[in-house]
């Protein structure tokens, strides 16, 4: 197990500890922002920290999450990222009904009783870092004109079929999409967006992508352009090929429907390359910066019980951003 030190905390002693895991996690701002968020609401003795586990080293740690603290610094839950958010629940005690419909946590709180072992309770606040971005951006100027008629019911679209995208699926009808497309290579098997939605009860059609084929591409692009929610849940790079596609799908239909927004959950680096063929359309953009904010402040609450900051981290977070 390879552990990125935090820094060393000022004030009182250690009282408790959080993580974000990962594989590889050394880019993760999670804990920019939750420092940020236990400095504003004056936690001194909470420490948060950035742990690379492999997926052998998985059950190890979430044992040590587990077991009684023995004087030393509790555990107070963990921030879930790949390739960790589905192989994690069987290993916890209790899953929120909304992360077991979705299938996958990104949350884990480590619930006890004075110093004894603990109860590990898993959650999904993904949900709501894909539906607090998308909401903020649709109220941006340009995204919808405010003195106009009202935006009908919005058409979805996911790019990708892994645990963010199950997480999509259970954002977008919050947002009142009342038709989602899923766009993937996979669309078959465990911890798929096709399992989770029936799961949810959800009808979603199901579009096969090949990205890199230009033929493939270019469906893909045509149905984004005509797409109120785009929401692309795949890895840095992984989208590009569809951004010329996607330029020319936008410039034939005259650009960007009123309203229509597109969240890509990459945010270093940014813009990528598919955002700024949709922006450049006069599309409206949620950065992969705002969900993971949002997300974040979920997380705080269920970790520490208490409301953070937002502004202070959503302060900390663009300052960061913008030195990289």
Sequence with gaps: M??????????????????????????????????????????SGWS?????????????????????????????????????????????????????AVGAVNTVVAQ???AGPALLAGFNTDVAGISGALRE?????????????????????VLGSGATAC????????????????????????GRALVAAHRMGLEIQALTWRPGDPASDAVVAEAAA?????????????????AEPLNQALNACGGARRGAVLLDVVYDPWPTKLAGAWSGAGGAIAPGW?????????????MTGRGPDTGAMRGALLGALATR
């Design 137 to 157: 951006a649709r109220d941006l100027p340009g995204a919808a004109a405010a003195d106009g008629p009202e935006l009908p019911a919005p058409t979805a679209l």
């Design 226 to 242: 005509g797409t109120d929610l785009v929401v692309s849940t795949l890895p840095r790079g992984a989208a590009d090929t569809l």
């Design 112 to 114: 006890r009783s004075g």
């Design 48 to 100: 948060y920290e950035a742990l690379r586990i492999a997926p052998e080293e998985l059950a190890d740690l979430v044992g040590a999450l587990r077991a009684a603290a023995d004087g030393a610094p509790a555990w107070a839950g963990l921030s879930v990222t790949m390739p960790h958010k589905q192989a994690i629940m069987p290993m916890l005690d209790v899953i929120d009904p909304l992360a077991q």
């Design 2 to 43: 390879t552990r990125i030190a935090a820094p060393a905390e000022a004030g009182a002693a250690p009282t408790h500890r959080a993580a974000v895991i990962g594989d590889p996690v050394s880019h993760s701002l999670s804990p920019l922002l939750h420092r940020a968020a236990y400095a504003g609401l004056g936690l």
């Design 167 to 190: 997480s999509a699926l259970a954002a977008l009808p919050e947002l009142g999409a009342r038709s989602i497309t899923v766009a993937a290579r996979r669309h078959a098997g465990p």
């Design 290 to 302: 705002l969900m993971l904010l949002h997300q974040a402040v979920a997380q705080v609450r269920l």
